[in-house]
Structure formats: C-alpha cells, structure tokens
C-alpha cells in the first residue's frame, strides 16, 4: 500500500509548518503559501515568524514550539547557516516530515563532503526526521482531497492542473513544477509532484518506490541527473515497467552538461551510455527533450494505447501527409498500403480525386463528417491500422470570422458565421462517434491542427477529448517512443 | 537583376483575373479575393463569372475577353477539365502568366502522362503563357509596395505577416502558407512564398533562380518532394549558399512517403540519400522538420550571425543549464570552460551560491538589470562564447499578477503590482543595451521562457527584439545547424 511509505506523508500532510514566509511578492515561502490558498487546501498552516502578526491571513508563531500542534509537514526556505537550529527545533518539537527549499548546502562542496550537510543528517537521525532537499521547489499532490476538484496539496505549481495519473519525480525544480507555465502543457493531467533536489536524506528511488504502489498514478516521469542507488532502481524499474511505463529525461554524458551538474546538485553524472542500457534494459522511455517527454506522458496517460506500430494518416494536404508518413518510418513505424476492400470502402466516400491508399488524402474538398467521423470510423474497424494521424483539423470558421472583421468583407460576403453554440454542438457532433470509436477499438487518433492550441476550434476539439498537436512531427516522434514500449511490455507477458 | 525574372512578374501583377470566385466563404478563389482586400492589394481586380454582378464588391466580367486591359496575371480555380479552354482564352486575350490552383491534373496519373496537362501545355506553349501550377496554392509579396506596411501582393495568407527576408518556394501548399496560422511563427518576417504545386511549367528551380537575384530574398526555405532538374539545382545551390542560406525539407525514401507524393504530385520521390549527398555538398541545410525548418529560418533572418560554434548559457536553474549544455554538445556545438579572468568578473555580481563557470547559474536569487544586461554583456565582451542561451526570463510579474486576482491573497498580500506602461519601460531597459551589444560583438542571444509565447512578459521580450523560445532544445538543435552552415561557408570563402 502506498499509504504505508514514508513518502506518502510528504503529500498528505494535514497541517504544515512554514519558515522563512512573509507578506511579499519576491519570497519563495510566500509564493508556496500563495499555492496553498489558490489550490484550496484544507489542512492548517502555520507560519513561524519572529515579528509578524499574520502572514497571508494565517496566525503566525514565534518559534515553532509555540504551534498548538505538531505539524505533519515543516517547510524551510531560510538561508542554510541557520537551518540545523531549525532543524533541531523541530526535532524537538517532534517533528518527522521536512521539505528543506534551501540551497548552498552540498551544491558548493565539490569533494561531497560538507559540514553543514553531515550536520542536518546527523540532527535528521537523531530525532528520527525524514526530509526532501536541499535545494528543491517542493511538492504537489492533485489527489489530496479526491472528491474536490479544485483542491490540492501544491506548495509547488503556480497553474490550476487537471486532475490525472501522471506523476514527476525530478532532480530539477524546473521540471517538477515550471514546464506547467505553458498553457500547451495542461491537456496532461498531473497526479503528483515531487522535487527531490540534493536527495541528501530522501532520493528519487524513494520516489519512485512510492509511485509503483500508488493507485492515483499509472505513468511515471523521472528527471535525473544521477542515480545513487543504482542497483534498487534496477530492480524496482524491472518491476514498474510491465504494469506502469516510465519516462526518463537523462542529462550527463557531456562535459558542459557535468559541469552544469557539478554546480547544481554537486553530483558526478555517470556515463550515459550505462544509463541507456539501463534505461534499454529495464523498458524505461528516454528521451533528451522535455517537449518529448510531455508529449510522451500525454499519449501513455490517454489511456487507449495502440496494439501495435502501424499508423494510418488522414489529410487533407498532401505536403504533410507524405510528411508524416516518412518521419514516421524513420522512427520505426510501419505505414501499411491498405487492403483492396478498404480502399474501395474509402473510395465510396470521397472525391475521385483523393488519395485512397494510406495516407488518406481527402483534398481541400471535404465533407466534415466524412472528414471527423467515417474515414477515422473505417480505418478504426478496418483492423490494418493501430493509431492514426489526422492533420487538417483547422478551425476554418475562425479564418472566416477573421475576414468578417474587415468591413470591406462584410460588407460583400455572402455567409454568416454560425454562433458560439451550434459551433460547440459541431465540435461535439464531429468529436464524440470518433472519440468512443478510439476507446472501443483501442486505435488512439492524434489531431493536426497548425494554428494556436488555444484556437476557439482547438479548444473545442480539446473540450471533446481529442490529443491535439499543433503540428504533426513531435506527435510522430512521441508515438514512436510509445510503441518500443509496448513492445517491450508485451515481451514480458 | 531579379525584376528581369519572369518569375517576378508572377509576384508583382498591377491587375488580377480571377476564374472560379464567388462572394461565398467555402470557395478557395473568393479566399483569395478576401486575403487581397485584407492585404490592402492596390491593383485591378476582374473576377470573371457568368452570372454574378460582383463578387467581394469587384465589378465582374462575364469572360476574360471583356476585361478592360490585358491582366498581369490570371488565376484560375476551377474543374480541370474545363481549364483548357479558358487557358485558351487567356491566350487569345494576350494574358501571360496564369496560376492554374485547381487540382486535378498529373498526380491522377501514374505514369506521369495525361491528355489534360499535355493539353495545357500545349496551349501555353502556343500562346507563351508561363504558369504555376497545377495543384497549388497561391502566391505572396510581402514587398509589393515597399513604402506601404500594411500591403502585400497576396493570394495565399490569412495572417499579417511581418515584411522580413525570407522566402519560401515549396511543393506543398501547406508549407507556403498554412505554417503560418500558428502565432508562433509570426516573428519570422517573410519575404515572398511561392507555391509551385505540380510544376507543370514552372518548377522550384526557377523559383531558387529567382530568389538568387531578388534583394528582398536573404534566406531560402524549400519545401521538396521531388527535383525534376537536378543538375541545374546542383550549380544554382553551390553559387547561392554562399552569399544566401538555403534551408531544405526533402520528403521521400520511405515507402508510406513516396505512396503519399504519388498521390500528390505524380512523382517519384528519389532516393533520400543521394538528396542528402548533394544538399551537404552544396552548402544547404536539411531539416525534416517544419518547425525546427522556421526556428533555422528566424536565426537566419535575424543576422546577428555566431562566428563559431562556442555557445555560453545563462541560467536561473540548474536541470534547464545542464540540458541545453548536454543537448548541446550532442549536436556538436562546443560549451567551452571559462577563463580564470572571465570567471573571476562573474564572481563579482553574482551570489556566493550561483555557478560561475560555464552555464552560468545565477539561482533564483538574481537581479534583474545583472542577468538582462550585465551577465550577457560579460560573456559578449569576452571573446570566448559565440552565442548565448538565456534561460529564466520568465515573467514573474505575470504571476504575481495572477495571485492577486484570488481575493484572499489580495487582501493580505504586501505586494503591488507595477503598471503595463512601468512594464513596458522595464522591458526596454533591460533589454535594448543587450540587443545593442549583440549586434554590435555579433554574438545572438537566444531567451527561453517556458511561458506562452504570448503571455505579457513574452510579448514586451519579443517587441523590444528578443529571439524568444518557449523550451531550449528546439534552439539548440536549429543553432547547430546555423553552426554546420557557416562553418561550410567559411570554408567557401
């Protein structure tokens, strides 16, 4: 059970102690605060301050021994000369759960070796504390109170995220918490996230010891720049990947990449191609990209995984088709020429001037629901397919309404822009059939459409549950990922 | 000289025909019409049709023959098989450039024969009518009136584009226009784009030739499925690359990709490898994908180009430094160690826990005016890095803003929020001096803010000048291959 880990009560705390919090925009402990309030989370916090009265409207205290409880979870963003006091004050208190943001702890200690260091692990020891840190950005939990949509334990990412089955565990704050600024990313769900920086007492393979039982988390993403604990990570990867995929960005190898480690977490990275064996051999995903990564967690968090690597490709431009088609089978995808029968099924549905053999070329003169529902329907059932591609789902009524705008057209044009409503109920009539039609034959559908994600039809089709790219290369690339892993898994039954 | 190509007359037209508009949205020719009017087109415009009186407010004409003056250029969309009798009237009425869009012609056949466009051929032959198409999708002049920066000569763009110094010539429509939708790619300010479709009688070799001529024209994008004069291609690039970078798309090699360019163009798409042979020998840089093909083009445009492969990273983070340095060096550009002296000047203003040798790592305890101006300045003035990534320029404002618009953090919250116009001036202080000493030691610098590339800080980056990206690896790959390019033409020269 994962309740039962340690690190379940990293995200689960009821109550939490913060030091180092104020009124002000520039203080990291006040931002986490910020969180708190924004993500609604409905425990108790405390904050510790010498002078002030409140902080963010909580009550705050002198020292932590004057908190009328013993809090579940301390957070300390204090410079680190006076954290060991701290530290010892919470042990004190009877405190066993720390999120230690502070850096200059080992990150400045080339030989690995530095007192301060040695001296909060001893104080840790002593009183029996576990902590995450130094030098981390903290954690989130979506799954904090499950029947409340708005709520989560987040003292660590700024945007509202969806509820989902995708958890992080990162050796870098950046990729725990700030790829979320990009609007693109929020069609991936998050579950959890875990910041571990300098891993001085807990390690990514505490992390990922605990993701392998939990329930709200089924794809599992790793930022690593080292691994201490090689040989566990082994096993537990070995054991992870049949049920759960996991998704690893691996940063060393490189001279300049070692030296920005050195400086970060004052770690010495292995050789990445130990790494990749690793990674090869245990079934772990790498990849070297964060937007492949996302991309990666996107289509394994979709749920509807593909049976095997042939593609089929709907379009309505040649140019991209042929595209897609080419990349697709320089990463390892198979692009099947279709069956006599269905091509002839194709062909009772389309222009005479079409392409019928994979891909499916509608031209620019499509019919919608031929476009949205039939043609993705046939392939689905036809079998000889296992995900398709789809480009050419552009918003037209937006490029229309856009030339509405300019009077000379208005004053001329002779169509109306149909309004706000029957368009939702479009997007919705084109979406639904295909979307239960993915699910019922497991053939997953990525759409293409090369304008802004946040279009008013890309934000239809994504209201409707279509995984929507803006263009079709870093879908490609993903899936191709995807597939090696399925691979693999299906090796293992 | 450039105006002497008879392919510029196809760009500058002073009078338009149209076959096949209609004042209606779904009809491709009334597009545009519309894209004309939008882009403020000062010319004469004769729609031609049989029954309207006007279209889009243009007096009609009931055939070409009827048109007051003998028009620059026609364009034709309508049923192929009616086209040949229109290029047959055109021909009476002296016209001599057609763009024939309508489909529908050669990529029916596979044996690259057909009656239709031998037919058309024909009669463009006996009448010395040069055309473009069929099978294509319009044209744009960004430099059509050069005084006027609203107008273009267009008939293919919905979007304003920015007037710029890089054209297109492709074989896809999609990438002579539809690339543009996403407001991505906006700050790539574009020349011309030509789309050259089936070639019929003019190929993307006559654009090139073209193109080497025309001073609006700095840099090359090619969109290839097939070159049918190889050895003119082969002379034309060898002369071009040296003075004009040429960045190509080549699809095909694959069997789902040249089953695609079939039934698109009719061709057959050579072997990939003999493609890759001559664009290495020639100088031109080869991409397989569209985005990383306008990342290349926007580096390229912008001018400030590296004198080497050295680049220097500025970051607030560790895992974005060490990523950009471990990409890096996989795509051969060098992440050099800095020189005592250089270190010891970084040392100066940063704090004690920042990272001083290369990437510099400020912490997330940075100053402003030190990390836009001072740090950048440094590493241009040193003469040891020939291009700067940047990470961290993030719009904390922007965040801040979004904290107080949840009232009970607004109420406590000891933190005011600077206005648009304090906004506005903070962006051009910080970064006019770096745009000035980029252009002045030629060192570009590249900024990542992993936020919208619309958010308000992004926009006020990007106005003032900045190369802005979303994620690092995408302008790390593009730059390698800037790199790879100029070290060939220094070589040349």
Redesign the interface.
Known sequence: MSRDHFVHGFLNPKSVAFFGA?????S?AA?QI?NL??SEYSGNVYPIHPKLE????FKTYKTISNVPEIPDLVVIVLTAKIVPQVFKECGEKGVDKIILIS??FR??SGDRKNTLTEEINEIAGKYGIRFIGPNCLGVFNNWFEKNHSNSAFNIAI?EHLKKGNFSIA??????SS??W????NLDLGLSKSLSVGNEANIDIVDCLEYYKDDEETEVIGL?I?ELKRGKRFLELAREITPKKPIIA?Y???????N???Q???GSLAGDSKIYNAVFKETGVIKT????EFLDIALILSNKILPKGNRIG?ITN???????I??????HGLV?P?FSESLQNELKAILP????????V?C??DMNLPYFYINLPEILMKSGEVDSIFQYGV?GFQD??N??LQ?E??A?????ENPSEEQMDKLAEKLLKPTMKNSREYSVPIFYI????FTSPWSKRLRRNGAMLF??W??SVNALAKVCQYIEYKQKQE
């Open positions: 104020n009124n002000k925009g520039g990291l931002i910020m309030i924004k409140t902080i963010m409207g850096g200059g990150e400045l700024w990162s050796q870098s704050g950046t990729l700030h790829i600024f990009d609007p693109e930022y720049e960005i940063v060393g190898g490189s001279q300049g990449g030296r920005a480690l400086s970060h977490t070297d990209y964060v937007q490709i431009s040649g140019g991209p088709g042929a595209m088609a080419n990349n697709a089978e320089k692009v020429e005479t001037t079409a392409g019928f053999n994979n891909p070329d031209t620019f552009v490029v229309m856009d030339y300019n000379k057209i004053k001329w044009a002779e169509f459409n090369p304008m802004s803006k263009l290369d870093r």
